[in-house]
């Protein structure tokens, strides 16, 4: 599965984006993840069967997919200075245990750059 993400820029705090990844094809289980300058990727959010979110975006960032379920969208509001990172999307064609666990997704998009200021 490829992946492409978009939707990345440069946005004030307090302002708006919506990331979105393509995938070439259907994956059960996806989700976002970022890394920030001098930290550890951590997990944003997932949509398998449910949704499932990071404690520091829950109530300002949403994850969906479209239709198709082949498109994963992260809309995110309310950005904040630490939310400053390179995005990432993942994909694995079955569940994953733990949604925040990088290592259980195979497959990942190039990264989109959210610069909060």
């Known amino acids: 599965v490829q992946l492409v993400e978009s939707g990345g820029g440069l946005v004030q705090a307090g302002g708006s984006l919506r990331l979105s990844c393509a995938a070439s094809?259907?994956?059960?289980?996806m989700a976002w993840f970022r890394r920030a300058q001098g930290k550890e990727r951590e997990g944003v959010a997932a949509?398998?069967?449910?949704?499932n979110y990071a404690a520091s975006v829950k109530g300002r960032f949403t994850i969906s997919r479209d239709s198709t379920r082949k498109i994963l969208y992260l809309q995110m509001n309310s950005l904040k200075p630490e939310d400053t990172a390179m995005y990432y999307c993942a994909s694995k064609h079955g569940a994953v245990r733990f949604w925040d666990d990088a290592s259980a997704y195979s497959a990942w998009g190039q990264g989109t750059q959210v610069t909060v200021s």
């Open positions: 094809a259907y994956t059960a289980s």
């Open positions: 949509s398998s069967s449910g949704t």
